[in-house]
């Protein structure tokens, strides 16, 4: 029996093209202002439409002949972005129902995934939050569903593992025992490939949990 909801974040609880968007612009920023140059169309282009999503600032970077050196200073500003992030409409409802019966956390390998938390007005519906970057890890890991597991002194078959990328939510949810959502947002949907791993259970909306996991 589930005793324990983990969540992931960006993607699952919020648009994150609402994060990575804000970042863009902070990078143009610093970039308008030393070369009066606007690269925010370039990485916008790069980065939605061309899908390039390793490594956007070195080809925006290069495109304009802007110094290599710039790079590390355009990825700082990225991060320091503090445009206002709303959550998806289920979000708020669903985590204060599931807050009344069971231990919710979260699981992100997010940077700033506690400034965003705070930013979606989230902080009160989580009894912890694990961020994996800031434990040296990630969720290519056992250890973070481990950590957390431990934290919360309950069994990995008593956990579920809500996320919206087969390619990363869910390796280690599944082999450990964990039950698996996948909630397939309509603005952000993930192909398949050799790194996928098929969840239990998928839904369009969180309000499906009652549906499916719940029942």
């Given at each position: 029996m589930i005793e324990v909801f983990g969540f992931d974040l960006d993607g699952t609880l919020y648009d994150d093209r609402q994060y990575i968007y804000s970042g863009f612009v902070e990078s143009a920023r610093l970039?308008?202002?030393?070369?009066?140059?606007?690269?925010?169309p370039d990485l916008v282009e790069e980065y939605f439409e061309n899908k390039n999503y390793k490594n956007v600032f070195d080809v925006v970077v290069s495109k304009n002949s802007l110094p290599e050196g710039i790079i590390p200073k355009l990825i700082e500003k990225y991060h320091e972005n503090d445009g206002a992030l709303t959550p998806y409409p289920d979000i708020y409802p669903i985590l204060e129902r599931l807050a009344q019966s069971y231990k919710v956390v979260l699981i992100s390998d997010g940077k700033?995934?506690?400034?965003?938390?705070?930013?979606?007005?989230?902080?009160?519906?989580?009894?912890?939050?694990?961020?994996?970057p800031n434990h040296g890890?990630?969720?290519?890991?056992?250890?973070?569903?481990s950590l957390m597991a431990d934290y919360l002194n309950t069994e990995f078959d008593e956990m579920a593992y809500v996320g919206d990328n087969p390619y990363v939510d869910f390796h280690w949810p599944q082999r450990l025992g964990m039950f698996t959502v996948w909630v397939r947002r309509p603005s952000i949907l993930?192909?398949?490939?050799?790194?996928?791993?098929?969840?239990?259970?998928?839904?369009?909306?969180?309000?499906?949990?009652?549906?499916?996991?719940?029942?």
């Open positions: 970039i308008r202002s030393k070369y009066s140059i606007d690269i925010l700033n995934g506690h400034q965003k938390v705070e930013r979606l007005g989230l902080n009160n519906y989580f009894d912890h939050i694990l961020i994996t890890t990630s969720k290519g890991d056992r250890a973070p569903f993930h192909g398949s490939g050799d790194l996928w791993t098929e969840p239990e259970y998928c839904i369009n909306s969180l309000w499906e949990l009652e549906e499916t996991v719940l029942v």
